[in-house]
C-alpha cells in the first residue's frame, strides 16, 4: 500500500520510476505539461517495451489553462490500404502475432509532434533526449518487464530482431541488470532530429515496410506517408456535478461516462464502500454500458455510433431500472489486449494532460521491424473478418480500441486526471477510481490501493468471469456468487486488475498523485 505523494505546484505519475523522472526534469528545465508528458511518453516507450512503444497508438486529453477547455487527439493509426477481408481468405481471424498481425499504422510518434506543435516550449529533440539517453545507454531490467518477457519468450523467439533484443544470447536480462536497445536509440534519434516525418516518410518507415514485406505483412510506404491523426472534440457526461471527459470513438471512452451516469441515479451515501450493493451496481452499470459498446464501437467514419442517445440522461435513467439487486445480467463480451500504459502530468501554470498508449498485447505483435528496433502493435488483429460486423476489417480504418484516459473537471478546472491498464478493465478501474474519490472522499492512492475486480477480461476466449481480488470479504464473494455472478478469487494485489495512476486537485491547488502498487512507477510532485 502506497503512501499518497502531494505537490504545491507539480504533479507527475506514470508506470514506471525513470518516466515520472524524466517528465519531471522537463518541468525543471521551465518545460510545461506538455514537454513533460511526451518526456513520460518516449520514455515508457523505451522502459517499457512490453507495454508500449513507437510502434504502437496513443490517445491524449489536455486542458490548457490559456484555453480553459478540453481538448483531444486521436494518435490511433489505420489499416492498410491492402488491408481487407480477402487478404486473409481461409482464415477463421486475423492472426495475433507475427507480421500479419500488423495492419495497422502505429499512431504514436504522429501524436507527440502534433502535441508538441501545439503546445510544447522546450525543443521537441530536448524532450526525447531521456527516452534517447536510457535506450542507447540502458536502464535497469523492471521486475515487470522481466515477468512478461518471461510468459512470452515463446512468441519473441519467432522474430529474429525480436529475440536479438529481448533475449540477448538466448535468455532473459534478470530484473536490475543493465537492458540496451541500441536500434531504437537510433529510430529516436532520427525522430528527434526529422520530426514525425521522418517516421513515416523517411528511413524509419521504408525499414519496417521492407521488413514487413519479407514476412508477408501487408503495410506499405503509402500507408505511412499518408497517415495523420488528428485533434477531435471530446466527449462529455457528468457525474455528482463533475465534467467527465473521455476520447470519442473509435475509443471505448463513451463506455467510462455511461456507467457513470448510471451510477448517479443511485444515491452513495446509503451504500457502503467494499460492500456487496457497492461492487455489485459498478459491476452492473458497466455490463450494461459494454452492451451497447460491443453493439457499436467502431471507427465512427464507417459506421455512425449513437452517442447522443447513449449518453443521454434519459438512456441512463432507463439502464438504472433495469438493475436488480440480487440478480446478475447476462451479456457476452470478447477478449481484448490488456498491454498499456497511463500516465498524467499537471504543472504550475494548471496545465494539465492525461494520455495512454498501448501495443495491444504483451510486446504487440512480437515482431519488432528490422534495424529499427521498434516492436508493432497487433491491434489490427481486433478486427472482424464477418463483413455484416460493425468492426469489420475495410481498407483504411480504425479499430474498436481500448485505450480511454479520462479527466474530470470541476467549475470548468481539472479536478482528476486518471486511467488503467488494462483493455476490458479500463472502464471498470476507473469507474472504481471516480467514484471512491469523489463518492467516499478518497485520495488518488487509497482509491488505487483499495481492493479492485475485473470482469469479461481474459485471453484467448470470450467470458463472464468476474475476478476478485482476494482482499475483499469472502461473505462479499459469496453474496455476488448467488446473485449469479462467476465468481473467480485471484491474488491480494493480482496483475490482472491492471495498473492504475490518478492524480487530483484540491481547491487550494494542492496536487496529490497516486501509483499503482501492482507496477513500477512513480507520482513525483513537489
Known amino acids: 500500500m502506497g503512501k499518497p505523494v502531494m505537490g504545491t505546484r507539480t504533479m507527475v505519475v506514470s508506470p514506471h520510476y525513470l518516466a515520472s523522472a524524466a517528465g519531471a526534469r522537463m518541468l525543471e528545465r521551465g518545460g510545461n505539461a506538455y514537454d513533460a508528458a511526451i518526456a513520460v511518453s518516449a520514455c515508457l516507450a523505451v522502459v517499457y517495451p512490453h507495454m508500449t512503444g513507437l510502434g504502437g497508438d496513443s490517445f491524449w486529453l489536455s486542458c490548457h489553462s490559456g484555453e480553459g477547455k478540453v481538448r483531444a487527439y486521436n494518435g490511433s493509426g489505420r489499416s492498410g490500404y491492402r488491408a481487407n477481408i480477402d487478404a486473409f481468405e481461409g482464415e477463421a481471424a486475423i492472426p495475433v502475432r507475427g507480421a500479419r498481425s500488423a495492419i495497422t499504422v502505429p499512431g504514436m510518434v504522429d501524436a507527440w509532434e502534433a502535441v508538441h506543435r501545439e503546445y510544447g516550449r522546450l525543443s521537441f529533440a530536448d524532450v526525447l533526449q531521456p527516452a534517447i539517453q536510457y535506450a542507447a545507454e540502458g536502464f535497469p531490467m523492471s521486475k515487470d518487464q522481466y515477468e512478461n518477457t518471461v510468459l512470452n519468450e515463446a512468441v519473441l523467439s519467432q522474430s529474429v530482431p525480436a529475440s536479438g533484443i529481448y533475449l540477448p544470447g538466448g535468455g532473459i536480462k534478470a530484473v536490475g541488470q543493465r537492458f540496451i536497445q541500441a536500434g531504437l536509440a537510433e529510430s529516436l534519434k532520427g525522430v528527434a532530429a526529422g520530426g514525425r516525418d521522418a517516421f513515416y516518410k523517411g528511413p524509419i518507415a521504408e525499414e519496417i515496410v521492407r521488413f514487413l514485406g519479407a514476412e508477408g505483412g501487408l503495410l506499405t510506404r503509402d500507408d505511412f506517408a499518408d497517415h495523420a491523426g488528428n485533434w477531435v472534440e471530446p466527449i462529455v457526461g457528468s457525474y455528482r456535478g463533475h465534467s467527465v471527459y473521455q476520447l470519442p470513438p473509435n475509443s471505448q471512452g463513451f463506455v467510462g461516462i455511461m456507467a457513470l451516469q448510471i451510477l448517479e441515479h443511485f444515491d452513495f451515501q446509503s451504500v457502503e464502500h467494499g460492500s456487496y450493493d457497492y461492487y455489485h451496481l459498478l459491476i452492473e452499470a458497466l455490463k450494461l454500458s459494454f452492451r451497447d459498446r460491443n453493439k457499436y464501437l467502431t471507427d465512427p467514419e464507417f459506421s455512425a455510433v449513437p452517442l447522443e442517445r447513449l449518453l443521454s440522461n434519459s438512456y441512463a435513467a432507463e439502464l438504472a431500472r433495469s438493475i436488480h439487486m440480487d440478480k446478475a445480467c447476462e451479456i457476452q463480451t470478447e477478449p481484448v489486449g490488456s498491454d498499456t500504459a497511463y500516465a498524467a502530468v499537471v504543472d504550475g501554470e494548471g496545465n494539465a494532460v492525461s494520455f495512454i498508449q498501448s501495443l495491444y ?166
Open 361 to 526: 498485447f504483451e510486446f504487440g505483435s512480437g515482431v519488432v521491424a528490422g534495424e529499427t528496433g521498434i516492436l508493432l502493435q497487433n491491434r489490427g488483429s481486433f478486427f472482424s473478418l464477418d463483413p455484416a460486423h460493425v468492426n469489420c476489417l475495410q481498407p483504411h480504418k480504425r479499430t474498436f480500441h481500448t485505450l480511454m484516459p479520462a479527466m474530470a473537471c470541476l467549475n470548468g478546472k481539472p479536478r482528476y486526471l486518471y486511467g488503467t491498464q488494462g483493455g476490458e478493465g479500463q472502464p471498470q478501474t476507473q469507474t472504481a477510481l471516480l467514484t471512491r474519490m469523489i463518492d467516499y472522499g478518497m485520495n488518488p492512492q487509497q482509491a488505487i490501493d483499495e481492493p479492485r475486480w475485473v470482469w469479461g477480461r481474459t485471453w484467448g476466449k470470450p467470458t463472464q468471469e468476474l475476478k476478485l481480488e482476494g482482499r475483499i470479504d469472502r461473505q462479499i464473494a459469496a453474496g455476488l456468487s448467488r446473485s449469479g455472478h462467476s465468481v473467480r478469487v485471484m491474488g491480494d494485489f493480482d496483475g490482472i486488475m491492471g495498473h492504475a495512476h490518478a492524480i487530483s486537485v484540491d481547491t487550494d491547488g494542492f496536487l496529490t498523485g497516486g501509483t499503482d502498487p501492482r507496477c513500477d512507477g512513480a507520482a513525483i510532485g513537489w
